[in-house]
Structure formats: structure tokens, C-alpha cells
Nanobody, 127 residues
Framework: QVQLVESGGGLVQAGGSLSLSCAASGRTSNIYSMAWFRQAPGKEREFAAGITWSGGIIYYSDSAKGRFTISRDNAKSTVYLLMNSLKPEDTAVYYC????????????????????WGQGTQVTVSS
């Protein structure tokens, strides 16, 4: 099992930037991919960005593309999400997720393919 702890959320004005971190512990050698999802009040959870652990292949949602950057540090078992040009509609709880069963090999954007989740960190963007 993999444990995930997110950090870095907060309040920022529109147009600003925030950086999130997610540190993995436990059976990190089994990690195949990691991703960031978000859930706004009253909305379903949605994929924001994902990265494969060995090859570093990156995927973004349309809303994140061009503004968010996902990266990883394998030595630290940590994934990051740098968010620029933030908009009020980016306000959500952001969750880190890890796949240690290779389920995301066929669809990295599907939340059900991840077997470990962090507790979430709140990101609030004021207008």
C-alpha cells in the first residue's frame, strides 16, 4: 500500500500561482503513475494532470493544459503540481492519487484506476 500526503494549498488571487506537493511513502517501488484530481463544491471529481512514474509521460486535462505543470522527483517519491494563471473556477479540493496496479496503463484519467489517495488540500482562488 502507498500512503500519500499533500501540501501547498491555500488562498490566492486570480492570476496568481500555487504549487502543490504530494509525498508518497510505503510501497513506492510499486507506483506506476501518479495524478492530481480536483473536486469543486457540488461537482464531480475531475482529472487535472497525471504522470507515469518511470517514463515521465505527462497528461493534462483541457482546463489544465498551458497553465498547470506536473512533475515528479523519483528519489523523493514526490509529485508536484505548479499552477499558474489561476482562475476562480480552479477553486477546489485537490487530491493526489497513485496507481500501483498498472490500472492506469489504459486510462490515466480515470479515478477508479487509482488505488491510493491523499486527504486533499484546499485551493481557493479569489476574483
Amino acid at each position: 500500500q502507498v500512503q500519500l500526503v499533500e501540501s501547498g494549498g491555500g488562498l490566492v488571487q486570480a492570476g496568481g500561482s500555487l504549487s502543490l506537493s504530494c509525498a508518497a511513502s510505503g510501497r513506492t517501488s510499486n507506483i506506476y503513475s501518479m495524478a492530481w484530481f480536483r473536486q469543486a463544491p457540488g461537482k464531480e471529481r475531475e482529472f487535472a494532470a497525471g504522470i507515469t512514474w518511470s517514463g515521465g509521460i505527462i497528461y493534462y486535462s483541457d482546463s489544465a493544459k498551458g497553465r498547470f505543470t506536473i512533475s515528479r522527483d523519483n528519489a523523493k517519491s514526490t509529485v508536484y503540481l505548479l499552477m499558474n494563471s489561476l482562475k476562480p473556477e480552479d477553486t477546489a479540493v485537490y487530491y493526489c492519487a497513485a496507481d500501483s496496479r498498472r490500472s492506469t496503463a489504459w486510462n490515466i484519467r480515470r479515478g477508479e484506476n487509482y488505488d491510493s489517495w491523499g486527504q486533499g488540500t484546499q485551493v481557493t482562488v479569489s476574483s
